[in-house]
């Protein structure tokens, strides 16, 4: 990089060294390899071919996109299915600059119809561990819990979870948001932290501010997804930006789940310029239309994102993750060297 308070071309973004904290494996399913699971595994699809799923990836908000996310997933049957999801999500990935991913998995969505938590989580620790070998991409996963299902079934996940502690780094909290406070997790949040695992959680996506506080609060969380309906609480963000809590910020995924009108209206470089630590994530890129580099180019083009600005975001990203430390360290060395 030359100047830094220019616009930075597509490829400097895309070669820009960044962790990404905010990505839902399952949401990495684009509809190619959904027609492709589906012959292998004998799945009748309700879609007539790859353009008519794609035509259906328009979404008036975060329920009508779950409906389909919930849909399209169930020709993920085997170890297998999981692995290639994952490898074809990391090449992806690699070629657009991430460098570390903790990711997001629903068991529940899995083992609701008959997939076991186990396949799942070996399927994708399969491709984490190639990815490291072939890409030098380091990972963790996130075991994430359905917050429009009772909280005693996250319970059970929990503890289907443990038998999987070794991969799993962290829990986190997602689907349908409005109606389904944090507050209702409270308690197997407490057990997750007991068992050593670090804790985040969607809010403030679609839900009110205050369902961030109670995050904060009730599940003691360390980071906040999404987080971007803090804007309308001043006393909210002076505490984020006070308390160092990062936001794993999805800014493509906000425009096409109609969180925000336009990209121009996104309240990140807002909420940047108070201080809040935020990162850029690619939430569900097969159906939002774009990876993490993707997302960047999509900010400079709507915000006037400068390469400063990228930078900050990437080393937030990095800082904010579950990676050791030694990992952070080789990160941020090679973000200094991509800053010139
Ligand atoms: N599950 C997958 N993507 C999600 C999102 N953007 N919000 C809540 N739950 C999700
Ligand atoms: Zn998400």
Redesign the pocket.
């Known amino acids: 990089m030359s100047d830094s308070s220019s616009a930075p071309s597509d490829s400097a973004l895309f070669s820009l060294p960044k962790a990404e904290l905010h990505l839902?494996i399952?949401?990495t399913l684009e509809p190619d390899l959904v027609f492709e699971l589906a012959g292998r595994n004998g799945v009748s699809l309700p879609f007539a071919s790859v353009d008519d799923l794609r035509s259906k990836y328009e979404f008036s908000d975060?329920q009508s996109?779950?409906d389909l996310?919930y849909a399209t997933m169930d020709v993920l049957r085997t170890e297998d299915d999981f692995a290639e999801l994952t490898r074809r999500y990391l090449a992806k990935a690699a070629s657009q600059g991430v460098r570390h991913v903790e990711l997001?998995f629903?068991p529940q969505a899995h083992t609701t119809r008959g997939v076991r938590l186990e396949t799942v989580v070996d399927g994708i620790g399969a491709a984490l561990d190639e990815a490291e070998r072939d890409l030098d991409i380091s990972s963790g996963i996130i075991l994430s819990f359905l917050r429009d299902r009772p909280a005693e079934d996250a319970e059970a996940t929990l503890m289907a979870g443990l038998s999987r502690s070794e991969r799993i780094i962290a829990v986190g909290l997602?689907?349908?948001?409005v109606g389904n406070p944090p507050g209702l997790f409270e308690d197997v949040f407490a057990r997750a932290r007991d068992e050593g695992l670090r804790a985040v959680a969607?809010a403030g996506?679609e839900g009110p501010p205050e369902y961030i506080i109670e995050a904060l609060d009730l599940l003691q969380v360390e980071r906040i997804d999404?987080g971007i309906r803090a804007i309308e609480d001043p006393a909210l963000v002076a505490r984020l930006a006070a308390e160092s809590i990062p936001l794993t910020v999805?800014p493509l995924?906000n425009v096409r789940?109609r969180a925000v009108p336009v990209l121009a209206d996104h309240p990140i470089l807002r909420l940047d310029a108070a201080g809040v630590a935020v990162t850029v994530n690619s939430?569900?890129p097969a159906y939002f239309g774009g990876y993490v580099g993707d997302n960047f180019v999509a900010l400079r083009d709507a915000l006037g994102l400068t390469a400063d600005d990228a930078a900050r975001f990437a080393r937030t990203s990095i800082t904010a993750s579950f990676a050791s430390d030694d990992r952070k360290t080789a990160l941020l060395a090679e973000l200094d060297a991509w800053r010139g």
Not at 174 to 177: F, G, N, R, V, Y
């Open positions: 839902h399952e949401g975060l996109f779950l996310y997001f629903d997602d689907s349908a948001e969607h996506e999404h999805c995924s789940l939430d569900d």
